[in-house]
């Protein structure tokens, strides 16, 4: 039991750090640098994307495992996971426009926004490749999606800054934000062979 | 091949079937007004209204938190369309724009000290309250520039904030984003302005800058829509009394008309591309310039004897029919004439070239 617990939270560390989906794995790049002006914008579409990652990593599971297996039709499984991924997010947006006004008010564009993003048929499809179990799944589909909040919120912190910053006429605009997003995932780098 | 099909198109319906049991079981009511409210504003979300977008203000305006007038940047169009929806009857909401009441660039108000740090008002104003004299003046680094979406900001060479008003929707978002708090809303008919914010006595002001309000008292006793408050004149935009006098009273020229105050490039219109044929045409206008020096003269008074000769023509002929007045008569109506034809030419050229220019 103790030797379970010990793996998830290292599934969930490496998730979240050494293989950090936007700045190690390069997945959800288009969030990353199209929601990363306020910070608070930032935290939303990252709360947002947990709810959805999460999710998403434990009914592509079901649909892989009962569905595309049996049948033997895995390489179905981008247009299917699509589909379960698309119909998610709209099912959550209802359920949650109609459970908690105050909740979708907060994520407001972002819910729909989700539903193009890679990072969510990444993780859903890493799962697969990876043959998690189905509680290796959830914890690996929140670690991910964690480590890409992280990664949206202190880039939306750095580029708050940048603003301010007196940054040369040539680095100016989408140049520097693509630095500082480079130097972000150098620094990502030195997490890695903290777990194996 | 089949099992494919068939398990694909299984789970595209059973989301399909999912998806519509669960938009019937969650369904929410939202009021038709409220969309058609949403879709008649601007769907721009500068959150000028103080609500969480254009949706927010909808929401608001049907549950009568908000007026229909509330939408700034829609204007006269937007409010004619919410009347309609909301079936109520339109009250006049006067068009805003926003204002920098402050008149000194670097060439009219003296400035403390070189100021080499970051490039915005916030950042300056930490160092000693900026490096402008006057603590109230335009620091012209450019933050209400950067809170402007609709580019109705221009910053001068001489660092002076100047808010085109043709540009400026009234959002207000520039307001806030001053950090000497010097940018307010006027109405955008009004063109008379104070251009001046600084609460200092008019000695204090006049050391530091010279085009400040020194708090002269001289507008207020000519005209009555003018006040003083705190050494600073004030207009008061809901007394009618828009003549330009406190613009010729002022001695600092504080008070001005705003489009002479700042007559920049925005007040005519299409520049550039007339620019190119603007090198030929000044070329004759310099030419008519310098050929015309004798009939300079004769051009000022000529719209008067243009609008002259027609009648002396009239005169001419009824003299000619009634009697042959002295020769004097015709003579003094043919000169007009043949002067008219050669300034006639002259002034059209000139016409050309000014308009060229401008």
């Known amino acids: 039991m103790g030797d379970v617990i010990t793996q998830l939270s290292l599934l969930l560390v490496s998730a979240v750090f050494v293989n950090n989906f936007v700045l190690a794995r390069f997945l959800g790049v288009c969030p990353f640098l199209g929601v990363s002006k306020k910070v608070e914008t930032a935290v939303g579409m990252s709360m947002a994307t947990m709810f959805v990652m999460t999710l998403a990593s434990v009914s592509t599971w079901v649909v892989q495992k009962f569905i595309l297996v049996p049948f033997q039709i895995e390489y179905l499984q981008t247009i299917a996971f699509i589909l379960i991924i698309a119909s998610l997010v709209q099912f959550v947006e209802m359920v949650v426009q109609k459970t908690s006004p105050v909740l979708y008010q907060a994520l407001g564009i972002f819910l729909p926004l989700i539903t193009t993003n890679c990072a969510v048929l990444g993780v859903a499809i890493l799962n697969i490749q990876k043959d998690y179990s189905f509680l290796s799944t959830t914890i690996h589909g929140f670690g991910a999606a964690l480590g890409f909040a992280l990664a949206l919120v202190i880039f939306a912190g750095l580029r708050e800054r940048t603003e301010l910053a007196d940054v040369p006429k040539s680095f100016q605009g989408v140049a520097i934000t693509l630095i500082t997003s480079g130097l972000l995932s150098l620094a990502f780098m030195g997490f890695s062979g903290l777990v194996k | ?358």
């Open chain 2, 1 to 358: 091949m089949i099992e494919a099909i068939l398990s694909l198109s299984g789970l595209g319906l059973i989301a399909g079937i999912g998806l519509g049991i669960a938009s019937k079981v969650f369904h929410v009511y939202v009021d038709p007004k409220v969309e058609a409210v949403e879709g008649a504003l601007l769907g721009t979300n500068c959150g000028a209204c103080g609500f969480p977008g254009c949706s927010g203000l909808a929401n608001a305006i049907i549950a009568g938190e908000a007026a229909i007038t509330d939408c700034l940047p829609g204007g006269e169009d937007v409010v004619n369309d919410l009347c309609r929806i909301m079936g109520v009857e339109a009250t006049a909401a006067e068009k805003e724009v926003a204002i920098v009441l402050c008149k000194a660039g670097d060439r009219e108000a003296k400035t403390k000290f070189d100021y080499m740090g970051v490039k915005d008002c916030w950042a300056a104003m930490q160092v000693g309250g900026g490096f402008k004299s006057c603590s109230y003046g335009c620091l012209g680094l450019g933050s209400c520039y950067k809170a402007c979406e609709y580019d109705a900001i221009e910053i001068t060479e001489d660092r002076l904030a100047i808010i085109i008003p043709e540009k400026c929707t009234g959002c207000t978002m520039c307001v806030p984003a001053c950090p000497v708090n010097i940018i307010k809303m006027v109405p955008a008919s009004q063109k008379v302005h104070v251009l001046c914010s600084s609460f200092d006595k008019g000695p204090a002001t006049k050391k530091v800058c010279s085009v400040g309000c020194i708090g002269c008292t001289l507008c207020t006793k000519k005209t009555s829509n003018m006040s003083m408050e705190n050494n600073l004149a004030i207009v008061d935009y809901s007394v009618l009394d828009n003549t330009h006098d406190p613009v010729d009273i002022c001695p600092t020229g504080t008070i001005s008309d705003f489009e002479q105050a700042h007559p920049l490039k925005r007040f005519k219109p299409e520049k550039k591309k007339k620019a190119k044929k603007a090198k030929p045409a000044a070329k004759v206008k310099k030419e008519g310039v310098t050929a015309k020096p004798d009939s300079d003269k004769k051009v000022v008074p000529k719209p008067t004897e243009g609008q002259e000769t027609p009648k002396s023509k009239v005169e001419k002929e009824k003299s000619g029919n009634e009697a042959e007045k002295p020769a004097k008569d015709n003579k003094e109506a043919v000169k007009p004439e043949g002067s008219e034809k050669v300034e006639g030419s002259v002034s059209e050229k000139k016409e050309e070239g000014t308009k060229d220019v401008s």
